[in-house]
């Protein structure tokens, strides 16, 4: 059995990972560190609840004692990190928080995991030859994109929110253990996910939930930024490649190919649920356009070709599929 750390997976992404994760390999238990901070939430991994090979431990991944304590007490020997600050909106109100966690957090982690499993730079302890420190990143470190061209593993970092930037900042950091200490690395940068499980607070849910409730829905600027949006699942998968079959130190970019202005999710959504839960009229007549994020940018498109090619990982579900499913999700939560 190997003991793999986990970090904020009871938020939208990890808690997507885990139960796939757990289901795909028997040979792994997985200790899950979380802070529980707003933004996360033990229902979202109920379902692994029962698993014997399922921890779950609240805290913060700053807390050098209690990272350390863990990989002691569970012999750590691999780690995926998703635990983040994520939320571009709340880094322009309060961006302490996403310094702290988002590059602080990542120090730590990454400085317990090289002194617990390796003597000294590119010099591995025998029994933790094979192992790997994860990293889950976002295409938002590439900055922005004019009307042409795609993200790929060599864009120049140009990250614009506090958000975008301290996750540059640790992806950085990422790099320099690799590099100075032969750290065994993995980046994966991801375009948009949506799916089950998202937070209220985002563009999605949001559109869903104020649209059932009658209430406006509110778009910022113009709607016509552009955002590459990839199922879930499909981001759990390249993960999961990435994880056990990605070169050390290299970093990959997932994305799904479907670059959608917001104009275009809402009026997409809208159309769903008036099948779903015909009203008098169109749940389109509630779009209300609000002011614009400061900083916003325009355009995301990731080039995923490495990972597809590389690694043979490729997006199962579309757009078109994906987003009725995630509809469906959502209403019967909302309802
Ligand atoms: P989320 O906000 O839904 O979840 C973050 C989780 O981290 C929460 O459960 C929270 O409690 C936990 N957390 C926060 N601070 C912590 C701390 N100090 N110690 C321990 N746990 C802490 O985020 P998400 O959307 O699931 O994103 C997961 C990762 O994927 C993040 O690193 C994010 O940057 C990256 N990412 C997200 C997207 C996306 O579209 N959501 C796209 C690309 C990359």
Redesign the pocket.
Known sequence: MKNILL????????SNFVPYFLDKYSGYNLIN?????Y??NLENLKECEKNPRFKFIK????NRELVEFIFKEFDISGVIH??????VDNSIKNPEAFI??NVN?TFTLLDVAYKYWMNKPFAYKDEYKNARFHH????EVYGTLGETGLFSETTPYAPNSPYSSS?ASSDMIVRAYHETYGLNTIITN????YGPK??DEKLIPTIIRNALANKPIPIYGDGKNIRDWLYVLDHCKGIDIAYHKGKAGQTYNIGGKNERTNLEIVAKICEILDELLPKDESYKNLLTFVEDRAGHDRRYAIDASKIENELDWKADETFDSGIVKTVKWYVEKYS
């Open positions: 970090t904020g997976t009871a938020g939208f992404i990890g560190l979380d802070l529980l901070t933004a996360g805290g913060d991944i700053c998703f635990a983040a600050e994520s939320h702290k966690t957090g889950i990143s976002t295409d996750k991801c375009s948009n996910n998202q937070h």
